[in-house]
């Protein structure tokens, strides 16, 4: 069984240090977060989600996750496939769905499930 793949969706990087990583990423981005707490910081450039979070391993990098209509049916497809859950599937908060796996080859892949994600238009 496939998963169709609706594009990407969002990124989170891990930072350690939670307020030096806000402050550089709103000068790189020239916005302030739309959501800030201990636990996470949410930007939204053009229409996507740019998170940190304090307690991820840098040495791990960033986790993306791609867009899909059913995390758990994506999750159980790639498990069929040979890949071992990396994180399970949880509902982060206003209907946002999120689960990651580990493929055979070692790579973490997340899945997310937003409602609420619009690709914002681009200037032409």
Do not use: C, K
Request: net charge negative; charged share 10%; aromatic share 12%.
């Amino acid at each position: 069984m496939s998963i169709r793949f609706l594009g990407l969706r969002t990124v989170i990087y891990p930072a350690p240090d939670l307020a030096a990583a806000t402050a550089w990423w709103s000068e790189i981005l020239g916005m302030a977060p739309y959501f800030s707490e201990p636990f996470y910081v949410g930007f939204n450039p053009g229409g996507y989600e740019l998170g940190l979070i304090p307690d991820g391993d840098v040495a791990a990098g960033a986790l993306t996750y791609w867009g899909v209509d059913d995390v758990a049916g994506a999750v159980a497809s790639a498990l069929v496939a040979g890949a071992t859950e990396h994180s399970p599937i949880s509902d982060v908060g206003e209907g946002i769905i999120t689960a990651a796996v580990t493929t055979p080859q070692g790579s973490i892949v997340g899945f997310i499930f937003n409602p609420h994600f619009e690709v914002a238009p681009t200037d032409a």
